[in-house]
């Protein structure tokens, strides 16, 4: 008896591991790879890099998509580091950068790592006032766990840098900033609602019917 109920209390653990390994093998490729980028509008894109953050958020929870939310954060601190897609934005995101006399700092790591943690957890928490493997809390959750993201970001950058962007460049650049609420922010937190629903149901089904 013994022996059977710690098997059968391992199997959710197990299970919940390769689950969060998967997710954060996808995590790794969509942002280290090209393939975690679609076109949104004129030359901005949209990145898929919250996905999998709220997609481990809504099936495992909001421990978990916490956690993813930090592994993001953290890939994207060593992508805007070692090979940043933009070195003109960069220091907003690491330490390690300038824009002239402005130097990325503390509140870079903040900005890269503080929204995508608070996404994985929103995107948890929200499918928890619905009913369980309800859909409609499903979209919520993945839309706001998306929408904090670029939200957390764009504020970061208002609240820790706006004074640097004291000049004509400067508040172009806060210009462009802003605007990616609409052209980006928007299409992520639209894609993140169509994708995590249409993974994480039938995935829920799969499991409850193979474990029982």
């Known amino acids: 008896m013994a ?38 509008l004129g030359p901005i894109v949209m990145t898929l890099m919250m996905i999998p953050v709220v997609i481990t958020g809504i099936l495992l929870g909001p421990k978990a998509g916490t956690l993813m939310g930090f592994c993001a954060g953290f890939f994207s601190f060593m992508v805007w580091t070692f090979m940043p897609p933009s ?40 499918p ?20 904090a993201n670029t939200l957390g970001v764009l504020g970061g950058i208002a609240l820790f840098f706006a004074p640097e962007y004291s000049d004509v460049a400067g508040r ?26 249409a993974v994480c149901k039938p995935v829920q089904i799969f499991l409850r019917r193979a474990i029982d």
Do not use: D, H, W
Not at 96 to 102: D, Q, R
Not at 172 to 197: D, K, Q, R
């Open 128 to 147: 928890k006032f619905f009913k369980s493997g309800n859909i409609a809390g499903m979209i919520t959750g993945a839309a706001l766990g998306s929408l």
């Open 172 to 197: 172009a650049i806060m210009v462009v900033m802003s605007s990616m609420i609409i052209t980006s922010g928007l299409p992520e937190a639209t894609l993140a609602a169509f994708v995590a629903p």
């Open 3 to 40: 022996n059977t109920n710690n098997s059968r209390a391992i199997r959710p653990r197990t299970l919940m591991l390769v689950q969060f390994s998967i997710l954060l093998a996808l995590q790794a490729i969509i942002c280290f790879t090209p393939l975690g980028s679609l076109p949104a």
């Open 87 to 126: 070195p003109v934005v960069a220091f907003l995101f690491t330490p390690f950068y300038s824009l002239g006399e402005i130097q990325g700092n503390f509140a870079s790591l903040l900005i890269c790592f503080v929204p995508r943690t608070i996404g994985g957890t929103i995107a948890g928490l929200i």
